[in-house]
Structures are given as structure tokens and as C-alpha cells.
């Protein structure tokens, strides 16, 4: 069922369980409210009507009594308790004397009196001074009351109905509203699913129904990068695998139908060895990477002294850095301290200096610094610095220059280096050549305390 009705169905359900407790409580309510009032009202009549005969009527002349009484448009009867008779009544005699046998009129509390299967509400007033033992007895036949009661739920039914009409109109044209923008944005959910992330439209919503489509228009925002992203490394990917192979092929072809001579298919043998150890290496580098990105249990980090790590790298590249006339300066207090997974972060910081040593003039330089919240790595060289037209992509994968290999070596610091909790930057050394500089926030270093 559409939300639209079951929206409208919960709120026509609530208003008709509220319209009806509401009119039922009115309807057992407004009958002994009416005859309160009516007992209240017979009350002032009978004591105006009391005050006017005891002060200008002889009581033994119950004539002149008879007479005033004829005027009035009233039911009542006078009673004389001494003697048990009715003195004067507006109703036929006989209903008063029905009237007085068929209640207790001892009982002066009991309002509502029954003669003939109705019922009366009465009031009665003492004559002054009680010993006279005269009382007015004022009565209105229940079924006027009743009357006005029903004229009265009669009323009530068809506000109810004028109100509960106006209220599910009302209702439909709300959740009509509220409804519409979600409609609209399950159309662009459409769009994102078909991947048309160019169709995709704003829509008129307000709150929380506009903070929810600023999160579709996030969510497509970051999966079209992504897929834009995913697009371009497939096709860098196949590129750097389709040349080696190609290379290898056509050697291999060669070889194969003899059109080489000896020579030549020695060094054929030399290219496709080297093609193959190419291949090898760039496969490695894109497993690492995959399991950088998706394994989180891939990254082991443990403590690791920075200045020892750092001469490991050293020792590992001394032979390149010997065979390029590359020196090596290290500028590292001890005991400086990280948390990161020791291997991966050295293949980090080997990927840093291997690029170094191999665009370096003749120097390159690694400098350590400690801050309050975090350590710096400073590795840099004196050489010709990144080419301006890659700068800005420098850290994406299979982006290179003129003398590059892979390009894939900064991507994979990079991912290390985030999965440590830190960032890389790249920019223009004081030595002339490139500068990158490592920051591992305190956090990671506050995280291994926890973890101990
Ligand atoms: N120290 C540096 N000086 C000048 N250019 C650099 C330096 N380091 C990197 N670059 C440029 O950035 C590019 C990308 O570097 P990256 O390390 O990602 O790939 P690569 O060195 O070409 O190949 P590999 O995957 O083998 O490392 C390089 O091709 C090079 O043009
Ligand atoms: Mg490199």
C-alpha cells in the first residue's frame, strides 16, 4: 500500500476513534447537564413565583391564589402537606394526585419523579413560614429535555461530518505534499541506479526530506568520482599491461619462426625477461594496493621507532643511491615513536626515496620532527623537482612523467600512509628538487596506548 494512503488511512482512523469517544461522552453528558439547568431555572421561577404570592396574596384565598397562578404558562401544582391535598394545579387534577401518590414526596432530594411511565424533573418551594406546610411544586416533563438533547446530537453529527470531511481533505492534500518529494527522489535514485548522474535533478523539498536528498546527491557525487576513477585505472591498467605483453609477443613470435638471428633473439630473450619481471611488478603493485583498499585487516600496526626505520630504508637503497652517486642525509632525533604496520610503512617511505634517488642531482635528505600532536617526515631531493603538468595528480594511480616506470609507486604511500592515519603531500624542495612531507597525527600513537 502507498504511504500516501496509509498515511491517510491512520489519520481517518484517528479522527473517527476521537469523533467518536468525543461524541459519546457529549451525548451521556448533555442530558443530566439539561437537567441540571432546567432544575436550576424551575428553582428562580418557583422562588420569584413563591415571594410574589407570599407578599400579595391572602394565603386562605387560594382563588386569588388559583387566579395568578392561571397566568402563568407553567406546570406546576400546590400541595398542602398538613391536610395531604393539592390546592391548585395547571395540570389536569388528576395527574397532580397521580402525581403526589406515585412519589415518595416525604423524600424532598429525589429531583426526578415518575407518573404514568414519564419522567418529571421538579423543583419544590416552601411557602414561608414552613410550618404552613404549602409548596409549589414545579415540573418539565423529561421528554423535553430529551428533546433538546437530540436537537443537540443532531447538531454535533453534522459538525462532526462537515469537520471530519474538511479534516480528510485537508489530510490528502498534506500527505500529498509530504509524499511527493519522496517520489521525486526515488525517480533520481532511478537515475543514480541507471547511472545517468547528468540527469540528475534538484527537487522542492524542505527539513529532513532535504537533508536526505543532499545525502543522494553526495552519495552519486562520490560514486561517479569513483566510478570516473575506477573507469580511468582500468583503462591505465590495461594500457601498462597490454605494452610489456605486446613487446613479449612479438619477440616471442619472432623467436618462435626463426626470423631472429642469434643475436637478436638473445636480446629478444633479455627484453621479454625483463618484460616479464616489468609485468610481475606492476600485478604486486596492484594486489597491494586492492588489499590496501578493501582488507582492513591486511594493516598490522605496531610501535615503531621512525629514526630505525628510516636507516633500514637507507640500508636498502644505499646500493641505487652508490650506483646513481646519490648521497643520503638522515636529520632524526631517537625515540621518536609511531604506530604503524612496520613493513608496509617502509615499502612507504622506499617508494618516497627510491623516486628521490632516481630524480635526485646528488643529494637527498630525510628529516624527522616531532610536534605537539604529531610527527613529521620530510624526505626531499635537489633534482628538477615534479613536472608542472603532473603535480596535481601526482598521487593517482599510473599517473607519471617522461622518466617514470609504473606510476603507481606515491599511490601505494599514499594508501599506506592513510591507513596509518596520516597524509602525504608533495611540493617544491629548498634544495631545488621535489619535497614530500609525511604527518602522523598523535592520535594513532594515543590509539597504541588504548591497545596496550
Ligand atoms: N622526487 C621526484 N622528483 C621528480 N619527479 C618525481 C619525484 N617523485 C615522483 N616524481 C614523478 O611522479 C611520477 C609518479 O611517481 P610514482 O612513484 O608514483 O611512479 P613511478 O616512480 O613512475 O613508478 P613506480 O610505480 O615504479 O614508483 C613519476 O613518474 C615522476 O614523474
Ligand atoms: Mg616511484
Given at each position: 500500500m502507498k504511504l500516501k494512503y496509509q498515511l491517510n488511512a491512520a489519520f481517518t482512523t484517528l479522527l473517527l476513534v476521537i469523533m467518536a469517544v468525543t461524541g459519546f461522552v457529549i451525548y451521556s453528558l448533555i442530558l443530566d447537564m439539561l437537567v441540571e439547568d432546567e432544575q436550576r431555572q424551575l428553582k428562580q421561577k418557583g422562588e420569584i413565583l413563591v415571594n410574589i404570592l407570599n407578599q400579595q396574596y391572602d394565603r386562605q384565598n387560594v382563588q386569588a391564589f388559583s387566579d395568578f397562578l392561571e397566568t402563568q404558562d407553567l406546570q406546576l401544582f400546590l400541595y398542602d402537606r398538613e391536610y395531604n391535598r393539592v390546592l391548585y394545579t395547571s395540570l389536569p387534577r388528576q395527574a397532580a394526585q397521580g402525581f403526589v401518590k406515585s412519589?415518595?414526596?416525604?423524600?424532598a432530594k429525589e429531583t426526578l419523579w415518575t407518573y404514568n411511565n414519564n419522567k418529571y424533573v421538579t423543583s419544590r418551594i416552601l411557602f414561608y413560614p414552613r410550618e404552613s406546610g404549602m409548596e409549589l411544586i414545579m415540573l418539565t416533563p423529561m421528554t423535553d429535555l430529551q428533546a433538546v438533547q437530540q436537537s443537540f446530537v443532531q447538531r454535533l453529527l453534522i459538525v462532526f461530518l462537515v469537520g471530519g470531511v474538511l479534516a480528510i481533505v485537508l489530510s490528502y492534500y498534506l500527505t500529498n505534499k509530504l509524499v511527493t518529494p519522496l517520489t521525486q527522489l526515488r525517480m533520481e535514485l532511478k537515475k543514480i541506479e541507471k547511472r545517468q548522474f547528468d540527469a540528475i535533478q534538484p527537487i522542492q523539498a524542505t527539513g529532513e526530506i532535504k537533508d536526505l536528498e543532499k545525502s543522494v546527491h553526495d552519495m552519486a557525487d562520490a560514486l561517479h568520482k569513483y566510478m570516473t576513477s575506477q573507469q580511468a585505472f582500468f583503462q591505465n591498467a590495461s594500457h601498462e599491461l597490454k605494452t610489456p605483453l605486446m613487446s613479449i609477443q612479438g619477440y616471442a613470435e619472432g623467436i618462435r619462426d626463426h626470423i631472429f638471428d642469434e643475436a637478436e633473439t638473445e636480446k629478444g630473450l633479455d627484453v621479454m625477461v625483463t618484460e616479464v619481471k616489468r609485468l610481475k611488478k606492476i600485478i604486486n603493485e596492484m594486489i597491494l594496493l586492492a588489499k590496501l583498499d578493501?582488507?582492513?585487516s591486511f594493516y598490522e600496526p605496531t610501535r615503531v621507532d621512525v629514526k630505525q626505520l628510516l636507516e633500514q630504508a637507507i640500508?636498502?637503497?644505499?646500493?641505487i643511491a652508490h650506483e646513481k652517486g646519490i648521497e643520503l642525509h638522515l636529520n632524526a632525533d631517537t625515540d621518536?615513536?609511531?604506530y604503524v604496520d612496520e613493513e608496509k610503512f617502509l615499502r612507504a617511505l622506499l617508494n618516497l626515496m627510491?623516486?628521490?634517488?632516481?630524480?635526485?642531482?646528488g643529494h637527498v635528505h630525510m628529516t624527522v620532527k616531532k610536534a605537539l600532536d604529531h610527527t613529521e617526515?620530510?624526505?626531499?631531493?635537489d633534482g628538477d623537482g615534479i613536472p608542472e603538468n603532473i603535480v596535481h595528480q601526482i598521487f593517482q594511480r599510473f599517473v607519471k612523467g617522461k622518466s617514470g616506470e609504473?606510476?603507481?609507486?606515491?599511490?601505494i604511500a599514499r594508501a599506506i600512509i592513510e591507513q596509518s592515519g596520516g597524509r602525504i603531500t608533495a611540493g617544491q624542495s629548498e634544495f631545488g628538487g621535489a619535497k614530500f612531507t609525511v604527518l602522523i597525527s598523535l592520535r594513532t600513537e594515543k590509539q597504541e596506548k588504548k591497545h596496550r
Open positions: 412519589n415518595d414526596i416525604a423524600d578493501s582488507e582492513p640500508d636498502r637503497t644505499k646500493p621518536i615513536n609511531i627510491t623516486n628521490c634517488i632516481r630524480h635526485g642531482a617526515i620530510v624526505i626531499e631531493d609504473t606510476g603507481l609507486g606515491l599511490s
